[in-house]
Protein backbone atom coordinates (compact mmCIF):
# COMPACT_ATOMS: atom_id res chain seq x y z
CA UNK A 1 0.00 0.00 0.00
CA UNK A 2 1.50 3.33 -1.26
CA UNK A 3 1.78 5.70 2.09
CA UNK A 4 0.68 9.02 2.26
CA UNK A 5 1.54 11.78 4.10
CA UNK A 6 1.06 15.38 4.67
CA UNK A 7 2.97 18.21 3.37
CA UNK A 8 0.42 20.62 4.07
CA UNK A 9 -1.46 21.86 6.74
CA UNK A 10 1.19 20.57 8.50
CA UNK A 11 3.93 17.81 7.70
CA UNK A 12 3.21 14.18 8.90
CA UNK A 13 4.08 11.12 7.62
CA UNK A 14 2.29 7.65 6.77
CA UNK A 15 -1.29 9.09 7.70
CA UNK A 16 -3.39 6.43 9.35
CA UNK A 17 -7.10 6.22 8.14
CA UNK A 18 -8.50 8.15 11.17
CA UNK A 19 -5.63 10.77 10.71
CA UNK A 20 -6.38 10.84 7.04
CA UNK A 21 -10.29 11.30 8.15
CA UNK A 22 -9.67 13.81 10.87
CA UNK A 23 -7.65 15.85 8.03
CA UNK A 24 -10.95 15.60 5.50
CA UNK A 25 -13.46 16.06 8.37
CA UNK A 26 -16.33 18.67 6.76
CA UNK A 27 -17.25 22.15 9.14
CA UNK A 28 -20.58 22.10 10.64
CA UNK A 29 -23.68 23.49 8.49
CA UNK A 30 -24.36 22.55 4.80
CA UNK A 31 -21.09 21.82 2.88
CA UNK A 32 -20.47 20.48 -0.75
CA UNK A 33 -17.36 18.09 -1.53
CA UNK A 34 -16.35 17.59 -4.95
CA UNK A 35 -14.41 14.24 -5.70
CA UNK A 36 -12.37 14.14 -8.82
CA UNK A 37 -8.86 12.34 -10.39
CA UNK A 38 -7.03 13.97 -13.37
CA UNK A 39 -3.87 13.60 -14.87
CA UNK A 40 -1.18 15.91 -14.93
CA UNK A 41 -2.46 17.25 -17.97
CA UNK A 42 -6.20 17.61 -17.37
CA UNK A 43 -8.05 14.58 -18.53
CA UNK A 44 -10.18 13.12 -16.66
CA UNK A 45 -10.48 9.42 -17.85
CA UNK A 46 -8.49 7.14 -19.71
CA UNK A 47 -10.29 4.68 -21.88
CA UNK A 48 -13.60 6.21 -20.80
CA UNK A 49 -13.02 5.73 -17.26
CA UNK A 50 -11.60 7.70 -13.90
CA UNK A 51 -10.43 4.37 -12.30
CA UNK A 52 -7.12 3.74 -14.77
CA UNK A 53 -5.97 7.09 -13.60
CA UNK A 54 -5.52 6.87 -9.53
CA UNK A 55 -3.66 4.38 -7.54
CA UNK A 56 -4.66 2.46 -4.23
CA UNK A 57 -4.08 5.82 -2.17
CA UNK A 58 -6.14 7.55 -4.37
CA UNK A 59 -8.97 4.53 -4.49
CA UNK A 60 -8.14 5.04 -0.21
CA UNK A 61 -9.11 8.12 0.17
CA UNK A 62 -12.06 8.22 -2.49
CA UNK A 63 -13.71 5.17 -0.13
CA UNK A 64 -12.47 7.26 2.76
CA UNK A 65 -14.35 10.48 2.05
CA UNK A 66 -17.82 9.18 1.45
CA UNK A 67 -17.78 8.13 5.22
CA UNK A 68 -18.29 11.91 5.94
CA UNK A 69 -21.33 11.98 3.78
CA UNK A 70 -24.83 12.42 4.72
CA UNK A 71 -25.26 12.12 0.80
CA UNK A 72 -23.32 11.01 -2.63
CA UNK A 73 -24.20 12.89 -4.92
CA UNK A 74 -23.70 11.92 -8.41
CA UNK A 75 -24.70 12.34 -12.41
CA UNK A 76 -26.32 10.16 -14.01
CA UNK A 77 -23.86 10.07 -17.30
CA UNK A 78 -21.18 8.81 -14.46
CA UNK A 79 -23.48 6.13 -12.79
CA UNK A 80 -24.17 4.50 -16.35
CA UNK A 81 -20.52 5.50 -17.54
CA UNK A 82 -18.63 3.79 -14.54
CA UNK A 83 -21.30 1.04 -13.74
CA UNK A 84 -22.10 2.23 -10.18
CA UNK A 85 -24.00 -0.29 -8.25
CA UNK A 86 -25.26 0.56 -4.82
CA UNK A 87 -24.45 2.99 -2.09
CA UNK A 88 -23.38 0.37 0.36
CA UNK A 89 -20.13 1.58 2.38
CA UNK A 90 -18.67 -1.58 3.99
CA UNK A 91 -18.95 -2.70 7.61
CA UNK A 92 -16.18 -0.81 8.72
CA UNK A 93 -17.09 2.29 7.77
CA UNK A 94 -20.63 2.22 8.92
CA UNK A 95 -19.13 1.23 12.41
CA UNK A 96 -17.03 4.20 12.43
CA UNK A 97 -20.41 6.53 10.81
CA UNK A 98 -22.57 5.37 13.73
CA UNK A 99 -19.47 6.00 16.04
CA UNK A 100 -19.73 9.68 15.11
CA UNK A 101 -22.84 10.31 15.12
CA UNK A 102 -23.64 9.97 11.09
CA UNK A 103 -26.32 7.12 9.64
CA UNK A 104 -25.17 4.13 9.04
CA UNK A 105 -25.39 4.93 5.74
CA UNK A 106 -25.45 8.03 3.22
CA UNK A 107 -28.18 8.16 0.82
CA UNK A 108 -27.36 8.02 -3.13
CA UNK A 109 -28.39 11.02 -4.76
CA UNK A 110 -28.65 10.78 -8.74
CA UNK A 111 -29.37 13.93 -10.99
CA UNK A 112 -30.60 13.47 -14.32
CA UNK A 113 -33.17 15.14 -16.76
CA UNK A 114 -33.93 12.23 -19.19
CA UNK A 115 -34.33 9.82 -16.46
CA UNK A 116 -32.54 6.84 -18.14
CA UNK A 117 -31.55 4.77 -15.35
CA UNK A 118 -32.79 0.93 -15.10
CA UNK A 119 -35.05 0.59 -11.93
CA UNK A 120 -33.84 -2.47 -11.41
CA UNK A 121 -30.45 -1.93 -11.74
CA UNK A 122 -28.58 -2.94 -8.37
CA UNK A 123 -28.45 1.01 -7.22
CA UNK A 124 -32.01 0.81 -6.09
CA UNK A 125 -32.54 -3.36 -5.17
CA UNK A 126 -29.47 -2.92 -3.11
CA UNK A 127 -29.86 0.05 -1.72
CA UNK A 128 -29.27 0.13 2.19
CA UNK A 129 -31.53 3.65 1.92
CA UNK A 130 -33.93 4.49 -0.37
CA UNK A 131 -32.01 6.40 -3.36
CA UNK A 132 -33.16 10.18 -4.05
CA UNK A 133 -33.64 11.02 -8.24
CA UNK A 134 -33.48 14.83 -8.51
CA UNK A 135 -34.67 15.38 -11.84
CA UNK A 136 -37.08 17.94 -13.43
CA UNK A 137 -40.29 19.05 -14.46
CA UNK A 138 -39.69 18.34 -18.36
CA UNK A 139 -38.91 14.30 -17.18
CA UNK A 140 -40.44 11.52 -18.84
CA UNK A 141 -43.41 10.91 -17.41
CA UNK A 142 -43.17 7.26 -17.87
CA UNK A 143 -39.60 6.56 -16.30
CA UNK A 144 -40.39 8.91 -13.48
CA UNK A 145 -43.47 6.61 -12.27
CA UNK A 146 -41.44 3.68 -12.89
CA UNK A 147 -38.52 5.04 -11.08
CA UNK A 148 -40.72 6.55 -8.38
CA UNK A 149 -41.36 2.39 -6.95
CA UNK A 150 -37.94 2.35 -6.63
CA UNK A 151 -36.42 5.65 -5.18
CA UNK A 152 -38.05 9.16 -4.13
CA UNK A 153 -37.96 11.11 -7.58
CA UNK A 154 -38.29 14.90 -7.15
CA UNK A 155 -38.29 17.99 -9.46
CA UNK A 156 -35.64 20.55 -8.45
CA UNK A 157 -35.63 22.63 -12.17
CA UNK A 158 -37.71 22.89 -15.31
CA UNK A 159 -35.54 21.45 -17.64
CA UNK A 160 -32.12 21.74 -16.23
CA UNK A 161 -31.75 20.91 -12.19
CA UNK A 162 -31.03 23.66 -10.48
CA UNK A 163 -27.62 23.13 -7.96
CA UNK A 164 -29.80 25.73 -5.71
CA UNK A 165 -32.46 23.79 -5.38
CA UNK A 166 -30.29 20.39 -5.14
CA UNK A 167 -28.66 22.11 -2.24
CA UNK A 168 -32.28 23.22 -0.66
CA UNK A 169 -34.05 19.86 -0.88
CA UNK A 170 -31.07 18.03 0.63
CA UNK A 171 -31.26 20.58 3.36
CA UNK A 172 -34.22 19.93 4.06
CA UNK A 173 -33.88 16.30 4.48
CA UNK A 174 -31.47 17.50 6.72
CA UNK A 175 -28.76 15.96 4.49
CA UNK A 176 -26.24 18.95 4.86
CA UNK A 177 -22.77 17.17 3.97
CA UNK A 178 -23.19 16.47 0.42
CA UNK A 179 -20.13 14.62 -1.26
CA UNK A 180 -20.19 14.54 -4.96
CA UNK A 181 -18.25 12.20 -7.08
CA UNK A 182 -19.18 14.14 -10.52
CA UNK A 183 -19.04 13.97 -13.38
CA UNK A 184 -17.79 16.47 -14.95
CA UNK A 185 -21.18 18.30 -16.37
CA UNK A 186 -22.42 17.72 -13.06
CA UNK A 187 -19.40 19.52 -11.90
CA UNK A 188 -19.69 22.84 -14.57
CA UNK A 189 -23.38 22.76 -13.82
CA UNK A 190 -22.53 23.32 -9.85
CA UNK A 191 -19.78 25.61 -10.71
CA UNK A 192 -21.99 27.54 -12.76
CA UNK A 193 -24.39 28.05 -9.38
CA UNK A 194 -21.89 28.84 -7.70
CA UNK A 195 -22.72 25.74 -5.51
CA UNK A 196 -19.73 24.42 -4.85
CA UNK A 197 -17.54 24.44 -1.16
CA UNK A 198 -14.66 22.33 -1.89
CA UNK A 199 -12.49 20.52 -4.33
CA UNK A 200 -10.64 17.05 -3.71
CA UNK A 201 -8.13 16.67 -6.24
CA UNK A 202 -5.87 13.57 -6.95
CA UNK A 203 -3.43 14.72 -9.51
CA UNK A 204 -2.73 11.22 -10.94
CA UNK A 205 1.32 11.09 -12.44
CA UNK A 206 0.61 10.42 -15.50
CA UNK A 207 -0.16 12.70 -18.98
CA UNK A 208 -2.69 10.92 -21.54
CA UNK A 209 -2.78 13.14 -24.31
CA UNK A 210 -6.28 11.88 -26.05
CA UNK A 211 -10.01 12.77 -26.46
CA UNK A 212 -10.69 12.88 -22.83
CA UNK A 213 -12.45 15.87 -21.23
CA UNK A 214 -11.51 18.09 -18.41
CA UNK A 215 -12.94 17.54 -14.84
CA UNK A 216 -15.49 20.16 -15.62
CA UNK A 217 -17.52 21.77 -18.36
CA UNK A 218 -20.45 24.10 -18.81
CA UNK A 219 -21.82 25.80 -21.82
CA UNK A 220 -20.50 28.84 -19.89
CA UNK A 221 -18.03 29.69 -18.47
CA UNK A 222 -17.39 30.20 -14.52
CA UNK A 223 -14.11 31.52 -13.32
CA UNK A 224 -14.30 30.49 -9.52
CA UNK A 225 -11.31 31.29 -7.31
CA UNK A 226 -10.00 28.42 -4.80
CA UNK A 227 -7.45 28.93 -1.90
CA UNK A 228 -5.53 25.54 -1.34
CA UNK A 229 -6.64 24.03 2.01
CA UNK A 230 -4.41 21.08 1.89
CA UNK A 231 -1.75 19.03 0.38
CA UNK A 232 -0.61 15.19 0.71
CA UNK A 233 1.38 13.15 -1.14
CA UNK A 234 1.61 9.91 -2.16
CA UNK A 235 4.65 8.76 -4.23
CA UNK A 236 4.59 10.84 -7.08
CA UNK A 237 0.17 11.35 -6.74
CA UNK A 238 -0.80 14.60 -5.03
CA UNK A 239 -4.02 14.71 -3.30
CA UNK A 240 -5.19 18.48 -3.21
CA UNK A 241 -7.88 20.28 -0.98
CA UNK A 242 -9.16 23.77 -2.46
CA UNK A 243 -11.98 25.64 -0.87
CA UNK A 244 -13.82 28.43 -2.55
CA UNK A 245 -11.56 31.71 -1.67
CA UNK A 246 -13.00 33.90 0.94
CA UNK A 247 -15.33 31.26 2.56
CA UNK A 248 -14.34 31.18 5.71
CA UNK A 249 -15.91 27.68 6.95
CA UNK A 250 -13.36 24.34 7.45
N1 LIG B 1 -11.87 11.37 -13.11
C1 LIG B 1 -12.89 11.44 -12.28
O1 LIG B 1 -12.70 11.66 -11.08
C2 LIG B 1 -14.30 11.25 -12.80
C3 LIG B 1 -15.37 11.44 -11.93
C4 LIG B 1 -16.66 11.29 -12.43
C5 LIG B 1 -16.86 10.96 -13.76
N2 LIG B 1 -15.80 10.79 -14.56
C6 LIG B 1 -16.00 10.43 -15.98
O2 LIG B 1 -16.82 11.39 -16.59
C7 LIG B 1 -17.54 10.78 -17.67
C8 LIG B 1 -19.00 11.17 -17.59
O3 LIG B 1 -19.09 12.55 -17.86
P1 LIG B 1 -20.50 13.29 -17.78
O4 LIG B 1 -20.25 14.73 -17.91
O5 LIG B 1 -21.49 12.62 -18.69
O6 LIG B 1 -20.90 12.94 -16.26
P2 LIG B 1 -22.06 13.41 -15.33
O7 LIG B 1 -21.98 14.84 -15.02
O8 LIG B 1 -22.01 12.45 -14.19
O9 LIG B 1 -23.38 13.06 -16.11
C9 LIG B 1 -24.01 13.91 -17.02
C10 LIG B 1 -25.47 13.58 -16.92
O10 LIG B 1 -25.93 13.86 -15.59
C11 LIG B 1 -27.17 14.51 -15.65
N3 LIG B 1 -26.95 15.91 -15.31
C12 LIG B 1 -25.78 16.51 -14.94
N4 LIG B 1 -26.01 17.81 -14.65
C13 LIG B 1 -27.34 18.02 -14.84
C14 LIG B 1 -28.20 19.13 -14.68
N5 LIG B 1 -27.75 20.33 -14.28
N6 LIG B 1 -29.52 18.99 -14.99
C15 LIG B 1 -30.00 17.80 -15.39
N7 LIG B 1 -29.25 16.69 -15.54
C16 LIG B 1 -27.93 16.80 -15.27
C17 LIG B 1 -27.67 14.31 -17.07
O11 LIG B 1 -28.24 13.02 -17.03
P3 LIG B 1 -29.27 12.41 -18.09
O12 LIG B 1 -28.47 12.18 -19.34
O13 LIG B 1 -29.72 11.11 -17.47
O14 LIG B 1 -30.37 13.39 -18.26
C18 LIG B 1 -26.37 14.37 -17.85
O15 LIG B 1 -26.44 13.78 -19.12
C19 LIG B 1 -17.35 9.29 -17.54
O16 LIG B 1 -16.43 8.88 -18.53
C20 LIG B 1 -16.74 9.12 -16.15
O17 LIG B 1 -15.87 8.04 -16.11
C21 LIG B 1 -14.51 10.93 -14.11
Request: charged letters at 25%.
Amino acid sequence: MTSIRSLRPAPAAALTDDQLLQSYAPPAGPWLRMNFVSSLDGAVTRDGLSGGLGDDADHRVFELLRRWADVVLLGAGTARAEGYGAMRLPEESERWRVAHGLAPQPVFALVTRRLELDPDSPIFTDAPVRPLVLTVAEAPAERRAALAVVADVVEVGTSEVDPARVREELGRRGLARIHAEGGPSLFGAFLTAGAVDELCLTLAPTLEAGPAGRIAHSPQAAPTAMELAAVLQAGDELLLRYRRAGDRKG
